[in-house]
């Protein structure tokens, strides 16, 4: 199990040095930090076994070849998940959600929050238009990849 304290204490290092990325490594743990913004750290692998260190995207949604009335996703963008973790629509229970249906967004607007091993990380919306769908709800885990929300480019 990884220790918070170090945990946090190897973020703090990262982000007074600027250092981008950490892997470390024995015998029982490998972990691997690599920070997502300016000075904003996030997990990106801690676990027994290294793993991929998985990157923010947002990608189009490929088109449906299924039925006409599938079509309406036509165009619209993904935000995914940069990582495991549980989403949080706010900053706290009581604040109002970073984004919903109708908001509109910029590149560097913060559209959520995913908590991973007590690591609160704002995820930002790298993309520009409007919030079609939002695709989870508040304190539900999600999966690296998976997307958040659809958004109509502008």
């Known amino acids: 199990m990884v220790d ?17 990325e950490v892997d470390l490594q024995d015998e029982a743990e490998h972990i691997k930090l690599k920070r997502a913004g300016q000075d904003q ?16 995207a947002a990608t189009p949604v ?4 299924a039925p006409a009335a599938d079509n309406e996703d036509d165009g619209l963008l993904e935000i995914t998940s940069p990582t495991v973790g549980t989403y949080y629509s706010a900053s706290s229970p009581d604040a109002k959600d970073f984004v919903s249906v109708g908001s509109k967004v910029t590149a560097d607007s913060v559209v959520c929050i995913i908590e991973a091993m007590k ?5 930002k919306s790298e993309v520009k238009g409007t919030i079609e769908k ?5 304190g539900q885990a999600v999966e690296f990849g998976q997307p958040l929300f659809k958004v109509k480019p502008n």
């Open 4 to 20: 918070l304290k170090k945990l946090r204490e190897l973020v703090k290092l990262m982000v007074d040095n600027d250092i981008a």
């Open 41 to 56: 750290p996030v997990v990106v692998a801690p676990a027994p076994v290294a793993a991929p260190a998985p990157v923010a």
């Open 62 to 65: 490929a088109a449906p070849s």
């Open 119 to 123: 690591v609160f990380n704002e995820i």
């Open 134 to 138: 939002v695709l989870v709800e508040n």
